[in-house]
């Protein structure tokens, strides 16, 4: 079993940034690939981002590369999601997951945390 818990989400005006953290305790955290997916209001939960294991390898979706970066911190049982240059559109509730490797699809993913709103204000 893992726990995953979000954190660091908030309201932002467009062009800001933000950084999320996601803390795992349970087993062993780098035993895993990461994942961070969002759901806006109305949509599906749709891949942002996902790091291996070792953190030497990443893979983002289109919307979002070249403005958010994936990376995690092992000793601290912890992923990121800088995200720069936010838009209105980034607004939604964005999760954390555990993988065995980097994947894109939410049923590869096995553990999920809460969540953590971030909204873009235009």
């Known amino acids: 079993q893992v726990q995953l818990v979000e954190s660091g989400g908030g309201l932002v005006q467009a062009g800001g940034s933000l950084r999320l953290s996601c803390a795992a305790s349970g087993r062993t955290f780098s035993n895993y690939a990461m994942g961070w997916f969002r759901q806006a209001p109305g949509k599906e939960r749709e891949f942002v981002a996902a790091i291996n294991w070792s953190g030497t390898s990443t893979y983002y979706a289109d919307s979002v590369k070249g403005r958010f970066t994936i990376f995690r911190d092992n000793a601290k049982n912890t992923v990121y999601l800088q995200m720069n240059s936010l838009k209105h559109e980034d607004t939604a509730v964005y999760y954390c997951?555990?993988?065995?490797?980097?994947?894109?699809?939410?049923?590869?993913?096995?553990?999920w945390g809460q969540g953590t709103q971030v909204t873009v204000s235009s």
């Open positions: 997951a555990t993988a065995p490797g980097i994947r894109t699809r939410e049923y590869e993913y096995t553990y």
